[in-house]
């Protein structure tokens, strides 16, 4: 690793990686939220034709590339809000003329081979510049920012938009704040990732994330450990084996995911195992319900017919007997004793 | 109005011939509606009479065709102070396509009085946690919503709309699709809101559930207002041949059976506040 890091384009690579690696997963849970997985793909689409328009005309491609994708962004929004018009339809008139423009014309640039195609498109640890690293790192900071400032508002539209709408959230200025951050995350990610891949970095590591997370912010923070895991280790994996680094990037993603729907799995077993569910249990404690609360852990049991009862999710667990009417710290018999252990 | 002199003259909501739809076919036509506050008003009528028409129009969410919609005496079309209005829809489940915890979801709803960039104060938080605690989800609050059963989803969107302090909570069928049990938490619920003065406009498909509750009936029907009265002129206008009808939908709520479970919410304040109002009972 230190012989990694020595070589100039590999810690180019590698600080790329870390930018994206962090910023993809945090805009693009709201992606999935929105069920917009894939809209990231389609922006990755517009995208090579900004970069090829950068490539003919000598401008610098991520320039160009920023500026196309986020006028396709706005321009998504604003035709999904208006809703009237065909939206799919529109959408893939808008994706397949990006890509198809991008490749007629870097076709008409100087040095526009296939093979430089390709870097675009799927990514390599030799393509960023010096000068892209600096572009990167700005865009990366107020990704974050405005991301982790915004944060409540966009989980609050993305989670019911009729609702934002009804309480007076600014719905559409939000929803384009998000298109806007998508657009910007595609462009940092085109160097390591490559425009076909990135979208594959916003939604993978949160896919896997949610297999295990139990809160929104806890999802937030499984993602970008998954996502810099994944950038970082596939970057750095793609140089002895001399792979891609995109498609390297993406399959250490899907293998996270992979080994997490296994652990998932068996976490998901083992808990049912050393849990009982109270039975056809048709009454809800509360404050005022008359039954007596006790003290357990970190939460409280019921005193219920001879039962100590803990609510957990949508139902009630069996947390041992207890006869007595009375307060009382006594030791709590029963398999089913959990020790403040309110699974969550 | 029927009201008495005592309660403020400000109206909560106001509809003049209001028409709602999409461009000259309204779907709920020539609306006239007041609503004072304190009061509680079931929107009754069957599927697709127009019902959810009426009340997303008041939301801002249907466009209005023609007449005037005004909000705590401002015209709609002025009224942007919107998180005075408490929005609660009806969603069978709740958008399960990321993780979120009740108290995630119940945040959300403080978001309308805080700003475009506000951040949750200290104060904010123990709205939050009230609501949820005046839905009887208090030690819930962790749990991921899709954990929770139907009835308790809803009182999730409940506790929602109440963390914006809101001055009229607007529900879509909050009894709709919960099983018994969860039915007598919802109605209990409901009566602690309403014991507290809380305006609410419910519409629902059956009465039955929450039939003490109302102070106030309308019915849509056929994309009109057909009746607008108290309950017990509702009661009486339905006659016999709609009894057994009402019996059938309430034959997991008997009052007894509300009075009995050692009260999960007293119900006296109810009948006061009707009595202050001047309803007769
Ligand atoms: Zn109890
Ligand atoms: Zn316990
Ligand atoms: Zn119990
Ligand atoms: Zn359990």
Same mark, same amino acid.
């Given at each position: ?18 930018? *994206? ?7 693009? /849970? ?11 793909? @389609? ?6 034709? @900004? ?5 003919? =005309? ?12 986020? /006028? +396709?962004? *706005? ?20 994706? %397949? @003329? ?29 393509? !960023? ?13 107020? /990704? ?13 539209? +993305? ?7 009804? *309480? ?10 998000? +298109? ?77 995911? /992979? ?30 319900? @008359?039954?007596? +609360? ?7 049991? %019921? ?42 | 109005?029927?009201?008495?002199? !005592? ?14 739809? %999409? ?63 408490? %929005? ?147 009661? =009486? ?45």
């Amino acid at each position: 690793m230190s012989d990694l890091l020595t070589i100039d384009f590999m810690q180019r690579a590698l600080i790329a990686a870390l930018l *994206v690696g962090t910023v993809a997963p945090m805009v693009g /849970i709201f992606l999935v939220q929105r069920r917009l997985s894939l809209i990231g793909d @389609g922006m990755g689409h517009v995208a090579l034709a @900004g970069v090829a328009i950068g490539l003919v =005309t000598g401008q610098g491609p991520v320039l160009t590339a920023l500026v196309a994708a986020v /006028i +396709a962004a *706005v321009v998504i929004e604003l035709l999904r809000d208006r809703g009237r018009t065909n939206g799919d339809v529109a959408l893939a008139v808008i994706f %397949y @003329g990006g890509i198809a423009a991008g490749v007629v014309i870097i076709s008409k640039a100087p040095d526009g081979t296939p093979a430089n195609l390709t870097k675009y498109l799927f990514g390599s640890i030799l393509t !960023t510049q010096r000068d892209d690293l600096y572009v990167f790192a700005a865009l990366a900071a107020v /990704i974050s920012v405005t991301t982790w400032a915004l944060r409540p508002r966009l989980f609050a539209v +993305a989670n019911d938009e009729e609702y934002a709408r009804a *309480v007076g959230l600014p719905v559409l200025a939000l929803n384009i704040v998000l +298109a806007v951050l998508t657009a910007a995350t595609v462009v940092i990610a085109m160097r390591v990732v490559g425009l076909l891949l990135i979208s594959a970095l916003m939604i993978v590591p949160n896919a896997a994330a949610q297999l295990i997370a139990r809160s929104f912010s806890s999802g937030v923070r499984w993602a970008v450990a998954f996502g810099l895991v994944s950038a970082v280790g596939g970057v750095a994996v793609s140089y002895p084996l001399n792979t891609p680094s995109g498609g390297t990037i993406v399959l250490v993603a899907v293998a996270i995911f /992979i080994v997490t729907a296994a652990v998932a799995a068996i976490i998901t077993r083992v808990g049912q195992l050393r849990h009982a569910v109270a039975e056809s249990h048709d009454h809800e404690h509360g404050l005022e319900c @008359g039954h007596l +609360a006790v003290p357990h852990g970190d939460h409280v049991d %019921y005193v219920h017919d001879g039962h100590r009862h803990a609510p957990h999710e949508g139902h009630y667990d069996e947390h041992g007997h207890d006869e007595r009417a009375g307060s009382s710290n006594g030791p709590v018999d029963g398999a089913a004793e959990t020790t403040g252990t309110r699974r969550s | 109005m029927r009201l008495a002199p !005592t309660v403020a003259t400000e109206t909560v909501l106001s509809l003049r011939a209001a028409s709602f739809g %999409y461009g000259d076919r309204p779907v709920l036509a020539d609306a006239d509606l007041v609503v004072h506050p304190g009061e509680v008003v079931a929107v009754l009528g069957p599927n697709g009479a127009g019902k959810s028409t009426l009340m997303k129009g008041i939301l801002g969410l249907n466009e209005l065709v023609s007449g005037s919609v005004t909000l705590f005496g401002i015209p709609s079309t002025e009224f942007h102070d919107r998180a005075r209005m408490g %929005y609660v829809p009806q969603r069978h489940t709740l958008s399960a396509t990321v993780r979120a915890t009740a108290e995630e979801i119940v945040a959300s709803g403080r978001l309308p009085r805080l700003g475009w960039l506000g951040r949750m104060r200290a104060t904010d938080r123990q709205i939050v946690a009230r609501a949820l605690d005046v839905v009887g989800l208090a030690d819930r609050a962790a749990t991921e919503v899709s954990t929770l059963s139907g009835g308790q989803q809803r009182r999730v969107l409940i506790a929602r709309a109440l963390a914006s302090q809101p001055d009229v909570l607007i529900m879509d069928e909050p009894t709709a699709g919960v099983d018994a049990a969860s039915q007598h938490v919802l109605a209990a619920v409901l009566e602690r809101l309403a014991s507290r003065a809380v305006t609410m406009v419910i519409v629902t498909h059956e009465i039955g559930a929450l039939k003490r509750l109302f102070t106030r009936v309308v019915v849509v029907d056929s994309g009109r207002i057909q009746f607008d009265g108290t309950p017990q002129q509702y009661s =009486t206008a339905q006659g016999g041949a709609h009894r057994d009808h009402d019996d059938h939908d309430m034959h997991h709520h008997d009052d007894d059976e509300l009075d009995s479970e050692g009260g999960v919410v007293p119900r006296g304040p109810l009948d006061q506040l009707r009595g202050h109002h001047g309803w007769s009972a």
